[in-house]
């Protein structure tokens, strides 16, 4: 059997990344359209051998589709996915719009699958944000070995989180330093190129930006109210892929054997952890795989119990349009 889906957002780089999601995982589909801002209108995207001509968002009827993997942008879905959840399509959605509403599910497969048995409460999953995904995939396995009470983490993320506006910007103003000219910042509040932002998204009023704020109670949802997260969220020069330094604090004795055993068995890890030059995954390592990285794994004797480890993944691919599409892989076998 095979499902009507329609994916909003397709122009930008995370909806390129779904098309692609797609087809690279086999999921049935028996139909699908692309869908836009009506500025977009007529553009063509490509979907396995099919082209595909985009579609007005607004104006789009979904009643008779299954499913929408939607990354418009936040105000946009705010708009169109309740629409086309009440015409009976099942909307799995990309932005920070719903994600910490109570009755709509947050799922990374790996870690809470069961939860989208709340997916019926309004016909919406969020998708979570692309640094909380990666890390809670690396923090899954360890949490079920020895409960996790704090974790300290410090991201470095791609400029292509702020989609392709922050790659071009990146590309630019990197051309434009070698070529002795003066670069201007639009989309990032300092110069990305040859240097490193401590801010993403907006100021809270604590001194936390929204993507910390993200970071943290994002994880208590998808996987443990009960722990403890601090987070400093920090964009750097490179264009795709995010890392992670995550430091974790547990409530029991954890042995550094159990977590190897525990890492190099959970499903959508990647232990790649050698004690030698290039012995460990960099952001470049990771383009174009939806895996989730582990490296650098060792102990952190500053605390009772705990432990220390690099994470790094393709934040377009498991950070977004792969994570979508497992999403509704799961809810095909589990539900649909």
Same mark, same amino acid.
């Given at each position: 059997m095979g499902y009507r889906v329609a994916v909003a957002g397709a122009t930008g780089a995370v909806g390129h990344q779904i098309?692609?999601?797609?087809? #690279?995982?086999?999921?049935?589909?028996?139909?699908?359209?692309?869908?836009?801002?009506?500025?977009?209108?007529?553009?063509?995207?490509?979907?396995?051998?099919?082209?595909?001509?985009?579609?007005?968002?607004?104006?789009?009827?979904?009643?008779?589709?299954?499913?929408?993997?939607?990354?418009?942008?936040?105000?946009?879905?705010?708009?169109?996915?309740?629409?086309?959840?009440?015409?009976?399509?099942?909307?799995?959605?990309?932005?920070?719009?719903?994600?910490? #509403?109570?009755?709509?599910?947050?799922?990374?497969?790996?870690?809470?699958?069961?939860?989208?048995?709340?997916?019926?409460?309004?016909?919406?999953?969020?998708?979570?944000?692309?640094?909380?995904?990666?890390?809670?995939?690396?923090?899954?396995?360890?949490?079920?070995?020895?409960?996790?009470?704090?974790?300290?983490?410090?991201t470095y993320q791609a400029a292509g989180g702020a989609g392709k506006a922050g790659m071009d910007e990146l590309y630019y103003q990197t051309k434009g330093i070698y070529q002795m000219e003066d670069v201007e910042p639009k989309k990032f509040p300092k110069q990305i190129a040859f240097n490193v932002i401590p801010h993403i998204d907006v100021f809270m009023q604590d001194g936390s930006t929204k993507e910390e704020w993200k970071m943290v109670h994002e994880t208590k949802k998808i996987l443990d109210p009960e722990i403890e997260v601090v987070a400093t969220c920090v964009r750097v020069p490179v264009l795709v892929g995010h890392s992670e330094a995550v430091n974790i604090e547990f409530e029991e004795p954890i042995d550094i054997d159990q977590a190897y055993e525990a890492l190099s068995e959970a499903p959508g890890v990647v232990l790649l952890d050698r004690r030698e030059d290039g012995g460990y995954a960099t952001p470049v390592d990771c383009v174009g795989d939806p895996a989730v990285f582990v490296s650098r794994l060792r102990e952190d004797t500053t605390v009772p119990y705990g432990l220390t480890m690099w994470v790094v993944s393709d934040n377009l691919r498991k950070g977004a349009a792969y994570n979508a599409v497992q999403i509704a892989q799961a809810l095909a076998e589990d539900y649909l």
């Open positions: 098309f692609e999601a797609l087809e #690279e995982t086999g999921f049935p589909v028996d139909d699908i359209v692309a869908l836009a801002s009506e500025r977009s209108v007529g553009k063509e995207v490509s979907f396995g051998d099919k082209t595909l001509k985009v579609q007005d968002l607004a104006k789009f009827n979904f009643e008779g589709w299954d499913l929408g993997l939607f990354s418009p942008g936040g105000k946009v879905s705010a708009i169109h996915a309740p629409r086309a959840a009440e015409a009976g399509c099942i909307v799995i959605d990309n932005t920070s719009h719903f994600r910490m #509403e109570p009755d709509i599910p947050l799922v990374v497969p790996e870690v809470n699958r069961e939860a989208l048995a709340g997916f019926a409460n309004r016909n919406i999953i969020a998708n979570p944000n692309c640094s909380t995904i990666q890390m809670v995939v690396a923090l899954k396995p360890l949490h079920d070995i020895a409960r996790i009470k704090r974790v300290v983490v410090a």
